[in-house]
């Protein structure tokens, strides 16, 4: 299971467990282990395994169990320990989450070829938000279908605005106090992490200053078009660095890269131009500062805002 950071996959694991627990399931066959916890730097998924057996007085090479790993990137070489245990071939079945996409995702398509389904976890799409907040009438058409107009379209607009400074976390969207001040939420526990943590231990690099300044240069013009040139030219990092970096924040679900296409939807063999898309507008918000319907940015936002709700789509835009 993957996706960004607090984007809700914990909560999906605990709601799959509830599921689990009503269909009838004995609680003692249900395992859940936050791979994150320093208690367990170190171990592997068989020794946490063996600790579940001798706690609940089961044993899951024989007898069928659930057992979830979360955010189990933490774990050196997590996908060589999955292996072998989906290799066992246990009545056992497992579920692991994640928030850094590249690595979990490279990793599981080379060791689990055949033995993983990844699933992705996208942010908030508009609908889902106005279900979460329970406003899904702004969204209601005229009794005309055709027309496809909202009964409201002033309210839409209101809560579409809403969406876009603080829609795409199901945590923002219901906290006033997160609303207040986005700043402290998004980018301290989302962004900070991402471009702290989770990056340069994943993939080694050193130079976080840099990458901080790239990143927060993309989100103020997320939507618009760039060139490696001017951004290497604006961050003053060379252009090779940039590349890589990209490849690393789209990893880590914060960006989304958009090549142009010629006339016949070919690639261009130079693609000196291209636009960067945030994955969730909300993140420009934490960022810089909520907008309102007359900021300069409103149209980018939006269009970032339209772009997100098929991030999770199996086609590429």
């Not at 689990?20 to 859940?32: D, H, I, M, N, Q």
């Not at 009964?151 to 969406?163: K, P, S, T």
Request: proline share 4%.
């Amino acid at each position: 299971l993957l996706g960004p950071r607090r984007v809700g996959k914990t909560v999906l694991i605990h709601h799959a467990i509830g599921a689990l627990l009503a269909s009838g399931v004995e609680p003692r066959r249900l395992c859940y282990v936050s791979v994150d916890h320093p208690l367990y730097n170190g171990r592997s998924l068989e020794d946490l395994l063996g600790d579940y057996n001798e706690a609940a007085g089961v044993d899951y090479r024989t007898e069928p169990c659930f057992v979830f790993f979360d955010e189990i990137q933490y774990l050196r070489d997590w996908e060589v320990h999955l292996k072998v245990l989906v290799d066992g071939a246990f009545p056992t079945r497992f579920t692991a989450s994640g928030s850094a996409a590249a690595a979990l995702r490279m990793k599981s398509r080379e060791s689990g070829a055949g033995r993983f389904t990844d699933f992705l976890l996208p942010p908030l799409t508009f609908s889902e938000y106005l279900t979460l907040l329970g406003v899904t009438d702004a969204i209601r058409l005229n009794d005309d279908r055709d027309s496809g107009v909202a009964r409201n379209i002033a309210d839409l607009n209101e809560r579409f605005l809403h969406y876009l400074n603080f829609g795409g976390y199901p945590e923002v969207a219901l906290s006033k106090e997160i609303q207040a001040d986005p700043g402290r939420f998004v980018k301290s526990d989302i962004v900070d992490k991402v471009l702290l943590w989770d990056l340069p231990s994943l993939y080694g690099i050193e130079d976080i200053q840099e990458l901080n300044q790239l990143f927060t240069t993309l989100a103020y013009n997320t939507a618009q078009e760039v060139s490696l040139a001017e951004l290497s030219k604006d961050s003053g990092v060379a252009k090779n660095t940039i590349k890589r970096y990209l490849q690393y924040l789209e990893a880590a679900f914060l960006i989304k890269t958009v090549h142009r296409i010629d006339q016949d939807a070919k690639q261009f063999q130079r693609a000196n131009f291209f636009k960067v898309y945030l994955t969730n507008p909300s993140i420009r918000t934490a960022l810089f500062a909520p907008i309102d319907e007359h900021d300069q940015a409103m149209g980018a936002m939006a269009e970032t805002g339209i772009f997100s709700q098929w991030f999770h789509a199996p086609e590429s835009l």
